[in-house]
């Protein structure tokens, strides 16, 4: 365990610190922590001016013996060069061993120095650079009138709201909603591991199942699986219809609730209970909305596909037997054999997609490849055709 703290040039009156049970009387918080979690280092950012006050040389003298001390010496923070010059800091302490554990005391901070050191530590963290186990700070003006005691703030649980930022941001550009299913299972773990702590307290009863079902759909989706992704949506969508009321146990999957149930809307469908050309509409949505996120690979090869159906459906074919899928390929390749109705629409779409699909799905191993942008720009001109497809047999609805 490491501590990374800071001292600034202000007054510091002394204060009885509580925090978890344990007290501790001092001007200079960094001393609690040191009596607290008996640590192997502690880091002490200082500018300047603090190191050349009493502060630092008292916070020597009552650390002396108890830990190894490392100052580190950083501007003031006064320009945009100097905030980053503080964030090389915070990135030279952690660098190392990335199991190590750092606690982060802002209590001391100067200016905007907490407010950067933790967005600092925060990044860091993500970055898997460090393991940040508190991040702490001594309330001196939040003194209990009665015991006389000042609480100690732990902010570490804010650190969720960076998580659900990266899964957010994940959902929006993608659609993988992986990473918020791993929050939801998180918290229902946290309610329901402290069960004992929580007796008669409610707690969620729906984020497990949401969790598992939306690990359901992103695998679906990320392995372009049409029959799956469909009904796991509005399975889905169900599911979150009836956890509404539970988004206060975790309030940034409030926030994104809506934005996931507007994702999902364009794919959902009951295919147990929907007929053949509902179902061909559903895939043409889910090819839509593959492309929406720039997602090509999955686009082009479902759309390829979905042309292979809609000639199968168009001539009363079982869209799902192979040696129909084979004879509407034959037709579409304009095979001598040929013995079905192709739509008018159809043929076009298939000489664009069946191209574009050969190349992702042979990696681009042809002897006349296509650089990455030009495939990606010839991907998206296949919409119109697509599109086109979709109007001439009513399944763009």
């Not at 005691?149 to 929006?172: G, H, I, K, Q």
């Not at 940034?252 to 179902?279: C, W």
């Not at 296949?382 to 001439?392: D, F, G, I």
Request: proline fraction near 4%; charge should be neutral; hydrophobic fraction near 40%.
């Amino acid at each position: 365990m490491q501590v990374i703290t800071m001292l600034g040039t202000g007054k510091y009156d002394s204060a009885t610190y509580s925090w978890n049970g344990r007290v501790f009387t001092t001007r200079l918080f960094p001393v609690a922590l040191v009596e607290w979690l008996k640590p192997s280092d502690i880091h002490i950012l200082l500018t300047q001016k603090a190191k050349e006050n009493d502060h630092w040389k008292n916070l020597q003298e009552e650390l002396n013996g108890k830990v190894t001390v490392h100052p580190m010496d950083i501007p003031d923070g006064a320009t945009e060069k100097e905030l980053w010059e503080i964030f090389d800091s915070m990135a030279r302490i952690t660098t190392g061993n990335p199991n190590e554990e750092f606690t982060l005391d802002i209590t001391h901070g100067f200016r905007s120095l907490p407010v950067l050191t933790l967005l600092s530590a925060a990044f860091l963290r993500s970055a898997g650079r460090v393991r940040l186990s508190h991040i702490l700070y001594g309330a001196y003006q939040a003194q209990d009138s009665e015991t006389g005691t000042s609480p100690v703030f732990d902010l570490t649980p804010f650190l969720e709201l960076l998580d659900w930022s990266a899964a957010a941001e994940r959902f929006n550009d993608t659609g993988d909603s992986l990473k918020i299913a791993n929050l939801l299972n998180d918290k229902h773990r946290q309610f329901y591991v402290n069960s004992s702590q929580m007796k008669g307290e409610s707690k969620p009863v729906g984020f497990q199942r949401i969790g598992k079902t939306m690990e359901n759909l992103s695998r679906a989706l990320s392995l372009t699986l049409p029959r799956e992704v469909l009904p796991e949506a509005r399975f889905l969508l169900d599911k979150l219809d009836a956890a509404k009321e539970e988004t206060r146990f975790a309030p940034p999957f409030g926030v994104v609730f809506d934005n996931i149930k507007r994702g999902y809307q364009s794919i959902a469908l009951d295919t147990a209970h929907a007929k053949m050309k509902e179902i061909l509409s559903g895939e043409w949505r889910l090819v839509q909305w593959y492309q929406e996120r720039r997602q090509w690979a999955p686009m082009i090869t479902l759309a390829r596909e979905w042309i292979v159906s809609v000639v199968c459906y168009c001539n009363g074919l079982q869209i799902y037997d192979m040696d129909s899928r084979r004879r509407s390929e034959d037709c579409l390749n304009k095979a001598s054999s040929c013995d079905l109705r192709v739509p008018e629409k159809a043929g076009k779409a298939w000489d664009e997609v069946a191209q574009f699909r050969n190349q992702i799905s042979h990696c681009g191993m042809q002897r006349q490849k296509i650089p990455a942008k030009k495939l990606q720009t010839n991907i998206e001109r296949t919409m119109e055709s697509l599109v086109a497809l979709a109007k001439e047999n009513g399944m763009d609805g």
